[in-house]
C-alpha cells in the first residue's frame, strides 16, 4: 500500500531516530524518583541542599550557579506535573525527532529550559524558586505546530473527548493563555504557576523555528524522496502548485504520472501535512493504476 512508503507513516517511538528523547524521558522520570528519595529520607536539610544546587533561583543564579539554567527542568512539584510535562515531551517530541534529529532536539531542549529560565527571571529577580520541564515541553509544541501548522492533529480533552485541530489553532490558544495567565496571575502574584517560563519556551520554539528555516548551521534539510518502482519518470518538469480549477484524468497514464510527480516533489518541499485530501486519494490510486 501507498501508505506503507516511509513519508505517509505515522512518527514512531523507537529504534536510533528516538534515542534523545528516549533518554530525555528517562532522566526525568529519574530525576524525580531522585527527588522523591531525597525529600522522603534525608529531611528537610537534605531536601533544601538538594534543591538550592539544583532548582533554579535568582538568587542562586546570582551566586554562579549557571548550570541551574537548566537543572530546574529536572525537578517537578509532584506527580501531575511531571505526566502532563512528559505526555506534552512525548507526543511533541516523538514527531519532530523523525523531522530534526537527536542532535537537533539536544539543542531544542536546551534553549527551551536556558529561554524559560531566563524570562521567569526577569519577572522574579526578587525571589522563588522554578522548577520543571513546561519550558521544554512549550518549546516542542511550539515548533511541532509552526512547521505543521495544517496537519489536524486529534487531542483527547479531559483524556476522554477526542477533538481534531490544526496545530496553528492549539497554538495560538496556548498563546492567549499563557499571556493571559502572566498578565493577570503571575505579575500579582495570585498564582504560582510560572507562565513567563512557559512563554520563554514558546519563545525558544519561535526563534528555533525561525532560525532553522532560514538556513542556519543547524537548519534540516529535508530527504530528497525517491519514486517509487511503479512510476516511470516524466520528461515534463513538474510544479508542486497545481493550477486552479485542474483535475486528473486517471484513464491517461502520462497524465497521472505528472500528477504523481507534483505530489512527491510538493511533498520534498513542504512535508506530507501539506497535501490536501484529493491529493492523498490520487496517490492512493495511483498505486494500482501505474503498478500494473
Not at 484513464?251 to 501539506?274: A, C, P, Y
Request: glycine share 10%; hydrophobic share 45%.
Amino acid at each position: 500500500m501507498l501508505y506503507d512508503r516511509p513519508y505517509m507513516r505515522a512518527p514512531s517511538f523507537g529504534g536510533r531516530a528516538s534515542s534523545f528523547l528516549k533518554f530525555l524521558l528517562v532522566l526525568l522520570i529519574a530525576s524525580f524518583v531522585l527527588q522523591t528519595i531525597v525529600k522522603g529520607v534525608g529531611g528537610i536539610d537534605a531536601n533544601e541542599t538538594f534543591f538550592s544546587w539544583t532548582a533554579f533561583t535568582p538568587d542562586g543564579f546570582l551566586s554562579g550557579k549557571l548550570w541551574t539554567l537548566v537543572t530546574y527542568a529536572c525537578l517537578h512539584e509532584g506527580p501531575w506535573h511531571l505526566v502532563l510535562n512528559l505526555l506534552a515531551i512525548f507526543f511533541m517530541g516523538r514527531a519532530l525527532e523523525d523531522d530534526l534529529g537527536p542532535k537537533m532536539m539536544t539543542w531544542l531542549t536546551l534553549a527551551g529550559a536556558v529561554s524559560g529560565a531566563s524570562l521567569w527571571f526577569v519577572f522574579n529577580i526578587d525571589g522563588g524558586g522554578l522548577v520543571g520541564a513546561s519550558a521544554i515541553a512549550m518549546a516542542f509544541v511550539t515548533t511541532f505546530c509552526l512547521r505543521r501548522p495544517e496537519q489536524p492533529i486529534t487531542l483527547l480533552l479531559f483524556f476522554v473527548i477526542p477533538c481534531t485541530l490544526k496545530p496553528k489553532w492549539i497554538l495560538w490558544s496556548l498563546l492567549g493563555i499563557e499571556t493571559y495567565g502572566f498578565l493577570f496571575s503571575e505579575l500579582n502574584g495570585s498564582s504560582g504557576v510560572a507562565h513567563s517560563a512557559h512563554l520563554g519556551g514558546m519563545l525558544a520554539g519561535l526563534f528555533f523555528f525561525g532560525y532553522v528555516r532560514s538556513g542556519g548551521i543547524l537548519s534540516v534539510k529535508r530527504p530528497n524522496l525517491q519514486k517509487p518502482s511503479w512510476l516511470k519518470v516524466s520528461k515534463q518538469p513538474s510544479n508542486s502548485v497545481a493550477p486552479a480549477g485542474y483535475s486528473v484524468n486517471l484513464d491517461d497514464r502520462e497524465m497521472v504520472e505528472q500528477e504523481v510527480d507534483r505530489i512527491l516533489d510538493k511533498i520534498n518541499e513542504k512535508g506530507f501535512g501539506s497535501l490536501t485530501e484529493d491529493e492523498k486519494i490520487t496517490l492512493d490510486k495511483a498505486k494500482s493504476l501505474l503498478g500494473k
